[in-house]
Each structure stands twice: as C-alpha cells, then as structure tokens.
C-alpha cells in the first residue's frame, strides 16, 4: 500500500458525459501528479499539482481540467467524454521539499480505470 | 524534449534464469534520475529500482541490477534468478533532477513473461 488513495476504482460512463476522478496523497506530500495509462500512448503524465498551485502541464486535453484543495486532495475533472478517453488514470504523491534537496520518490495510488461506452 | 524508449515489446525468460531488459533515453540534461517500475496484473505501479545520474556505480536491489551506460543513454535492467512473481510489464522511467523534480516520462513497456 503506497498510502495514495484514488476513488473510484472503476467507472463506466457514456460519451458526452462528465467524471471526476479523486485522489487523497500521502500524508505529508504536497505535490500531486496525474497520469493517464491507455493502450494507444502508453503511460503520460497529463498535469501537476503542487501545494494547490497548478506546477506543470503535460499532454492534458482542454477537455480536462484538475485542482488541488486546501487539504491536499486533488481532483481530476474530464468532459464531453470520447471513446478514446477509456484509460486508467494515477495519481501520484511526492513531497517535494526544494530544502531536503533530495531525491523524492513519487508513489503512485492504486488508479481508476474509465471506460467510456 | 526528453524521451524513453524500450525497443522489446515482449521478453521471455526461464524460471531461475537471468534476463535483461533494454531503455535507451535521451536528454540534453546533466541532473536526471532513472526508473525501472513494475506493473503486475493488478495493475499497481511498483518502483523496482533507481539510478542517478551523476552516480556511476549501478544500482542494485537484490536481484535486480542496472547497467547504466551514460555517454551512450542506455539503461537496462537485469533481473537475476528469475522467479514467476517478476512476470508483469515493466516500465523505463526518466525524471529530470534539482529542486522541482518533476514529471516522470516513461517508455512504451516491455512484458515479460516467466516459464516454470
């Protein structure tokens, strides 16, 4: 158990719909990542998160969108859902401490799989 | 733009047997980290072992191993005694160094499959 939480785990939903996807970090991390695993472009890293600050984009559609709370728990967000949008979404955690000047290790939640009808 | 590529799709190995796995990666930076994961069927990502860039020495972590060729950008990983747990993809990782330590970029996978 990584201690990075996602909910839910699975998620079946209709084209044109609206998801939202959680993921709670490790208690103590204030940096959260967003990937998307699917069968056509492998494992990539869509967005993060760092202390409720938007850090770095990576290929994330305009059709998602995320946030980072107050509590740290962050949300991914995905409408007007396409077919292709059928993937495992994860999240993961990592401190992040620019004084540490240390490796920190991302860990990675369990992830929810989508699949779009 | 940093990218990770793992030209073997698919690897079989002998129970007890040793097998390698390929990354090759490529970069214009001087500070970076490098990843082996493991995805089991229970899809769970699981960090096997990590290199740093500015280490010369290989990681090792029991019965994994890296060969970590930096001028040339290659980093295979070799799993010695090979046991049926270790059958799941695995996955060549890069993640740039210093203070922000950002995204991971992964390679494609490479299956590999264990025979009793």
């Known amino acids: 158990d990584s201690g990075v939480t996602q909910t839910p785990k699975h998620l079946i939903t209709a084209t044109g719909q609206r998801v939202t996807l959680r993921c709670s970090p490790r208690s103590g991390d204030l940096s959260v990542y967003w990937y998307q695993q699917s069968l056509d472009q492998g494992l990539q890293f869509l967005i993060q998160?760092?202390?409720?600050?938007?850090?770095a984009k990576g290929n994330i559609l305009e059709r998602f969108s995320a946030q980072q709370f107050p509590d740290l728990h962050s949300e991914l967000n995905l409408s007007s859902l396409e077919l292709g949008d059928s993937a495992l979404y994860f999240c993961?955690?990592?401190?992040?401490?620019?004084?540490?000047?240390?490796?920190?290790?991302?860990?990675f939640g369990p992830g929810t799989r989508l699949t779009v009808l | 733009a940093q990218t990770v590529t793992q030209s073997q799709p698919e690897m079989s190995v002998q129970e007890a047997e040793t097998v390698t796995l390929s990354c090759t990666y490529d970069?214009?930076?001087?500070?970076?980290?490098l990843f082996w994961y493991k995805q089991p069927p229970s899809r769970q990502m699981i960090l096997v072992i990590r290199?740093?860039?500015?280490?010369?020495q290989n990681a090792t972590e029991n019965r994994f191993s890296v060969n970590f060729q930096k001028a040339a950008k290659s980093f295979s990983l070799k799993i010695s005694d090979s046991q049926l747990g270790d059958a799941a993809m695995y996955f060549c990782?890069?993640?740039?160094?210093?203070?922000?330590?950002?995204?991971?970029?992964f390679g494609k996978g490479t299956k590999l499959s264990v025979k009793p």
């Open positions: 998160y760092y202390n409720g600050e938007e850090r």
């Open positions: 993961a955690s990592s401190v992040v401490d620019r004084l540490a000047g240390a490796y920190n290790e991302q860990f």
């Open positions: 970069t214009s930076e001087s500070d970076y980290y």
């Open positions: 290199q740093e860039a500015y280490k010369q």
């Open positions: 990782a890069y993640r740039r160094g210093g203070g922000s330590q950002g995204n991971l970029i």
